[in-house]
Structures are given as C-alpha cells and as structure tokens.
Nanobody
Framework: QVQLQESGGGDVQAGGSLRLSCAASGRTFDAYALAWFRQAPGKEREFVAVRSFSPTSASVAESVKGRFTISRNNAENTIYLQMNSLKPEDTAVYYC????????????????WGQGTQVTVSW
C-alpha cells in the first residue's frame, strides 16, 4: 500500500518561502509520478506541480510558474516543492499524490493521496 506523508507547511508572510516535502513509501516508485495539488476553502482541488520518475519530466501550473519548483530525491522516494515569493492566494492545504505511469494535471487520475499540509500566507 502506498503511503504519502507531507511536511513543511506553516504560516508565512507574503513574499516569503516554504519548502514542502512528501515522503513516499510502500513500494518502488521508479515508474510513478508524484505530484502536488492544493485546495483552498470553498474551492476545488487544483494542480500545482508534477514530477514523473520515468521518463523524467516536470511540470508546474501557470499560476505558480517562476515561483514554485518541484524536485525529487529518488534514493529517498521524496519529492519537494520549493515555494518562493508566496502570495496570500497560495493559502491552501497542499496534498501530495501518486499514480503509476506518467504525470497528469487532473486530480482524478491519481490513486494515492497524503493527508495534506496547511500553508497560510498573510500580509
């Protein structure tokens, strides 16, 4: 069974930075895509970034491009989301998700989810 554990959320002022981590366990993730989604109160879950493991590729949402970077540590089955220049509209619960195969921006394609970590950005 796949387990995903996020960490690194918290409160930060606008313009600040946070780094989220997602540790995956339960199987070999060589052929898995790992992604970040977020959900703000009253809104649908939205795609943030994805990192496919095989083949190696990465994609981030337009709303965070230039500010957020997704990276991975294959040896530790961990992905990271470096978030810079944070804005209040980035406030949300951030979720890590996994699926076998290529990465997608559609949350419905992902089979495994973490519990989420709260990120709150204020002025």
């Amino acid at each position: 069974q796949v387990q995903l554990q996020e960490s690194g959320g918290g409160d930060v002022q606008a313009g600040g930075s946070l780094r989220l981590s997602c540790a995956a366990s339960g199987r070999t993730f060589d052929a898995y895509a790992l992604a970040w989604f977020r959900q703000a109160p009253g809104k649908e879950r939205e795609f943030v970034a994805v990192r496919s493991f095989s083949p190696t590729s990465a994609s981030v949402a337009e709303s965070v491009k230039g500010r957020f970077t997704i990276s991975r540590n294959n040896a530790e089955n961990t992905i990271y989301l470096q978030m810079n220049s944070l804005k209040p509209e980035d406030t949300a619960v951030y979720y890590c998700a996994a699926r076998y195969g290529l990465g997608y921006t559609d949350a419905k394609r992902y089979t495994d989810w973490g519990q989420g970590t709260q990120v709150t950005v204020s002025w």
